[in-house]
């Protein structure tokens, strides 16, 4: 279902229109037009911070999270927040519990998250979205 894909590419992508979003919806066979997408995103509290859409501020979290991009192997995530508030994000990574996320490094608004494999990056993933 395409609601459930639309955070993933919020959280994957920088995505500066809703026709972006429209595109990519249908780019993975999803045919919904601009003015659902639009609901949709006020439904889900999606907000846009320097011209990029962002998921809203996860409540447990406190801090908003801008991106969240996998490396091609898998082993290292990157997350990114608004400035002065990585180690807050690091901080509730490393309280998550998901098993396979080795530890993170916090910098002003990037966080590496090292992962032992593929499988541990999904169920960080899937955890991250859980908002």
Not at 15 to 34: I, K, N, S
Not at 63 to 91: F, I
Not at 110 to 131: K, P, Q, Y
Request: proline residues 4%; hydrophobic residues 45%; aromatic residues 4%.
């Amino acid at each position: 279902m395409w609601r459930a894909l639309l955070p993933d590419l919020i959280l994957s992508g920088s995505y500066r229109t809703q026709g972006e979003l429209v595109r990519a919806l249908g780019d993975q066979g999803h045919d919904v037009t601009q003015a659902t997408v639009s609901r949709e995103l006020k439904a889900l509290g999606v907000q846009k911070v320097d011209g990029v859409y962002v998921m809203a501020p996860n409540e447990d979290l406190g801090v908003p999270l801008l991106s969240a991009q996998m490396a091609p192997h898998a082993t290292l995530c990157v997350l990114k927040t608004v400035p002065a508030h990585a180690s807050v994000l690091a901080q509730h990574v490393d309280g998550l519990g998901v098993s396979g996320v080795l530890g993170t490094i916090a910098g002003d608004d990037t966080v590496f998250v090292a992962l032992s494999n593929a499988a541990a990056g999904e169920r960080l993933m899937r955890a991250l979205r859980r908002r």
